[in-house]
Nanobody, 120 residues
């Protein structure tokens, strides 16, 4: 099995910063893309940012220039640095990883989510 554990959420004022971390562990042979999604109350889950194993990144338009995704392949960890936070960034943030396990099965995994709240 593979587990994704997120940390770093919390409450911050508008204009502030937070850094999310997500560590993958378990029966991992390799990790392809890793990503952060978010879901606000009443909304669908949306992709925030993703990063490939080769460090190519992609961001949703609303966070470009404010958020930075990065990964440490040696630690199987992905980060999301969030700057200039806005109230509309308030959501539960989920980590996602595309993993090939020890049995050569490729599967998508989700973390449990971490709350980010931005006050105005």
């Amino acid at each position: 099995q593979v587990q994704l554990v997120e940390s770093g959420g919390g409450l911050v004022q508008a204009g502030g910063s937070l850094r999310l971390s997500c560590a993958a562990s378990g029966s991992i042979r390799s990790i392809y893309s890793m990503a952060w999604y978010r879901q606000a109350p009443g909304n669908q889950r949306e992709l925030v940012a993703e990063i490939t194993s080769g460090a190519t990144t992609n961001y949703t338009d609303s966070v470009k220039g404010r958020f930075t995704i990065s990964r440490d392949n040696a630690k199987n960890t992905v980060y999301l640095q969030m700057n200039s936070l806005k109230p509309e960034d308030t959501a539960v943030y989920y980590c996602n990883a595309d993993v090939r396990n020890y049995y050569w099965v490729r599967k998508n995994y989700w973390g449990q989510g971490t709350q980010v709240s931005v006050s105005s």
